[in-house]
T-cell receptor
Framework: RKEVEQDPGPFNVPEGATVAFNCTYS??????FFWYRQDCRKEPKLLMS???SGNEDGRFTAQLNRASQYISLLIRDSKLSDSATYLC??????????FGKGTTLSVSS | DTAVSQTPKYLVTQMGNDKSIKCEQN?????MYWYKQDSKKFLKIMFS???????INETVPNRFSPKSPDKAHLNLHINSLELGDSAVYFC????????????FGEGSRLTVL
């Protein structure tokens, strides 16, 4: 079983749509959780951290369920510029960040 | 001013050759990493150094040898290149171990023919 699993997509949505991505992680000792964004042929960049209480950053909402080992990202009012691959990322003590394979989002006009 | 810079950006070479990729960060970070992103886009940790000391060494063939001359530099040397080594290699840095955010370089796209 992979350490971090995501639905690869692609998710094809119109502008203005709400889209949700899910992620599961296998190691219950995981301590920190993040979403990174990677544009085509570019490097990954931190989008947001994920906190147990859930957190929001503008149109983006992240949720964490430690009991189910499940992380989600909700994007409201999608923009063309949201088109990218979204990487679910987990940190365990003593290791580097562990990346999921990513979910590809394509927003069209 | 590029925070994490890698050279070369593109590298095309023949099987069996030896090649190096260089990485430098000007963020004053203590920890640096090499990640490999294969054709399936899976980003996997290879090595991590903290203040020039190797702290993470994942299951990577010993044809891959990282070197950190100082905490601002982390180079990757690959011997006897194989077709399966074709990938994008990303260097990254963070303020310390267990950091919340990695700062990535633009990647070095290696193609082995």
């Amino acid at each position: 079983r992979k350490e971090v699993e995501q639905d690869p997509g692609p998710f094809n949505v119109p502008e203005g749509a709400t889209v949700a991505f899910n992620c599961t992680y296998s190691n219950s000792a995981s301590q920190s959780f993040f979403w990174y964004r990677q544009d085509c042929r570019k490097e990954p960049k931190l989008l947001m951290s994920v906190y147990s209480s859930g957190n929001e950053d503008g149109r983006f909402t992240a949720q964490l369920n430690r009991a189910s080992q499940y992380i989600s990202l909700l994007i409201r009012d999608s923009k063309l510029s949201d088109s990218a691959t979204y990487l679910c990322v987990v940190n365990q003590a003593g290791t580097a960040l562990i990346f999921g394979k990513g979910t590809t989002l394509s927003v069209s006009s | 001013d590029t925070a994490v810079s890698q050279t070369p950006k593109y590298l095309v070479t023949q099987m069996g050759n030896d090649k190096s990729i260089k990485c430098e960060q000007n963020l004053g970070h203590d920890t640096m990493y090499w990640y490999k992103q294969d054709s399936k886009k899976f980003l996997k940790i290879m090595f991590s150094y903290n203040n020039k000391e190797l702290i993470i060494n994942e299951t990577v063939p010993n044809r891959f040898s990282p070197k950190s001359p100082d905490k601002a530099h982390l180079n990757l040397h690959i011997n006897s290149l194989e077709l399966g080594d074709s990938a994008v290699y990303f260097c990254a840095s963070s303020p310390g171990q267990g950091a919340r955010e990695l700062f990535f370089g633009e990647g070095s796209r290696l193609t082995v023919l």
